[in-house]
């Protein structure tokens, strides 16, 4: 297997299916070290504290904001805040791992001034309609919400260009493989 240690950005619009590769990568490449964000948001069911995010008040966040510790952070559909612990991530590079950071737009852009050398890659819709039909499918989002987060999505989507690499989420199995190759790393036989 070739191994290039570094970092790796994902992102892309809401309801692509960041978490989903993501998790799928952690399933089946336990070789790539997966940041997990501190976030403000209420915990969706069946998400566990220091695995899926790292639940923070908001007094807790704008202490990490205030000593640097964190490497990128925004503010997420106009209401909750997301961020990298700086710490986490500088400390898997310096172990030689294959690091994996799932964020949102404002994210990336934060660390593409950070860390310039990274490997930013966006996960893209196959089409409108299907990002739309997963938006409204997860149901974990009220109407409203499910309309904000569309606004914000086309934004999302313009933004492709800045990347260095877009992988169509078609397909979890073939876009995790494919970004794990962008990696530097052999994806698995099938």
């Known amino acids: 297997m070739s191994k290039k240690p570094g970092l790796t950005v994902l992102a892309g619009p809401t309801a ?19 940041s997990v964000s501190a976030t403000t948001r209420a915990p969706r069911p069946g998400e566990t504290e220091g695995v899926h995010y790292f639940f923070k008040s908001a007094d807790e966040f704008d202490s990490l904001i205030a ?10 559909h106009g209401r909750n805040r997301y961020g990298t612990l ?4 500088e400390a898997a590079i310096a172990e030689g791992k294959s690091v994996l950071l799932e964020i949102d737009l404002q994210g990336a852009r934060q ?9 930013f890659v966006f996960l893209a819709p196959p089409s409108w309609e299907e990002m739309v039909r997963r938006l409204v499918g997860r149901g974990t989002e009220t109407p409203e919400e499910q309309q904000r987060r569309l606004e914000t999505a086309k934004l999302e989507l313009a933004a492709e260009p800045e990347f260095n690499h877009t992988v169509i989420n078609d397909d979890v199995q073939r876009a995790a493989d494919e970004l794990v190759s962008l990696m530097g790393l052999t994806p698995h036989q099938r």
């Open 111 to 119: 660390v593409k001034e950070a860390v310039p050398d990274a490997n």
């Open 67 to 76: 000593d640097g510790q964190l490497l990128e952070w925004a503010v997420v």
């Open 16 to 34: 692509v299916g960041k978490g989903t590769v993501s998790t799928y990568i952690r399933d089946n490449y336990p070789e790539v070290w997966l």
């Open 86 to 89: 700086r710490s986490t991530v």
